[in-house]
């Protein structure tokens, strides 16, 4: 692939200037009851020696989650013969994993509580249909290490379930971690993914969740700058719903990212106009702008992995900007086709 600069975009980083804030909407007659299920304690607490009771009682108070979390978490059969065998050796191998969670769920599940009844009733707001579970439950586990899928807007193992959104604990402990340095080594996380992996993102997380819920991420047959803006709608609701959380924990980037994709927001978008690259549908060269990864070596090393997380979301406000009066739903409605062709982007 040609690049537009022989040594690639030299990202500068800068303070950004002040911007004016938002005038933030009233939300205060929207209601969102938000309550903490602790499935972890629940199922690290049971006695191994009496496992099936056991798990038949946790299945009385966790009806809604616990077979999910046994097959599609741990890929456990119930039905089968040897599911409690490895069940009990999930529980002594994750026994470390839970006890170090323990203290992050105790620091910081509190203000989750109340960050996630806000960003509720922001959603309720911007997508009026939306009626969010009463109570919205949130529900923590332990799951494997591995277990880190990518989604619409971003890679996370926390989940949507039944009733609300369940929290991985043992993907938040904090980017410094002594446990990750185990899967770096190995090769199961790199360090661009584990500096995610903190207490900041669980409502992140859980925000993009709700949001993937509402408006199903559908992106056959959609070329490069179709696809960018389907994840800038998701982003842009995003961004509403959390307008207190920086821009580098909503794309995943690190701070000196985001300052350098704004300072040059002009040559990101001339590499991808000068290149031809809008309208490919080459699934081997769009990967390298919609998939996560530790830089865009195509845009210099300063450049965020999942850059085109960045264009999209500007893409989404350069149209917003133009056509104030649209909503929320309606811009999800529209084909990103349209989103783009109107917004006529010029950074």
């Given at each position: ?22 005038q ?9 009851s938000?309550?903490i299920?602790r ?8 006695d ?26 741990l ?9 409690t ?8 191998t994750?026994?470390?994993v ?23 009733k922001?959603?309720q707001?911007y ?17 494997p ?5 990518p ?8 989940v ?25 080594q ?12 903190t ?32 994840k ?8 509403k ?20 994709c ?20 080459d699934?081997?060269?769009n ?12 845009l210099?090393?300063?450049?965020p ?7 999209g979301r ?8 133009k056509?104030?009066?649209t909503t929320?739903?309606?811009l ?16």
């Open positions: 692939m040609k690049k537009l600069l022989a040594c690639g975009l030299a990202f500068v980083l800068v303070i950004a200037s002040c911007k004016n804030k938002e933030l909407p009233d939300v205060s007659g929207y209601h969102a938000v309550i299920s499935f972890d304690t629940a199922f690290f607490g049971m191994t020696t009496e496992i099936n009771d056991e798990l038949n009682r946790l299945n009385a108070s966790y009806p809604a989650f616990l077979q999910d979390y046994l097959f599609r978490v890929g456990i059969d119930p039905s089968n013969p040897q599911a065998d490895a069940v009990k050796a999930f529980l002594r994750y026994r470390p839970f006890d170090t969670a323990q203290l992050i769920a105790g620091n910081d599940l509190p203000a989750l509580n109340n960050d996630m009844q806000q960003a509720l922001y959603i707001y997508v009026p249909p939306f009626k969010p579970d009463s109570p919205f439950v949130i529900t923590t586990f332990v799951g290490m591995d277990a880190y899928e989604f619409a807007i971003g890679d996370y193992g926390d949507r379930t039944r009733n609300g959104v369940g929290i991985a604990l043992q993907l938040h402990l904090g980017a410094a971690a002594g446990l990750y340095e185990t899967g770096r190995s090769g199961i996380f790199f360090d661009y993914q584990t500096r995610r992996f207490p900041d993102m669980m409502l992140v997380n859980a925000m993009k969740n709700v949001i993937e819920d509402i408006f199903p991420y559908n992106n056959s047959s959609l070329n490069l700058v179709e696809d960018m803006v389907e800038g709608k998701r982003l842009y609701l995003l961004k719903a959390l307008p207190q959380v920086p821009d580098s924990l909503q794309y995943g980037y690190t701070g000196m990212q985001v300052k350098g704004e300072r040059n927001e002009a040559l990101i978008w001339n590499y991808f106009v000068k290149n031809d690259l809008l309208y490919s549908k699934p081997m060269v990967q390298a702008y919609i998939k996560d990864g530790p830089k865009t070596p195509e210099g090393d300063g450049a992995g999942y850059v085109g997380l960045f264009v500007k893409l989404v406000e350069s149209y917003m900007e056509f104030p009066s929320i739903v309606q999800m409605k529209m084909p990103a086709r349209e989103v783009f062709e109107k917004a006529g982007y010029k950074p």
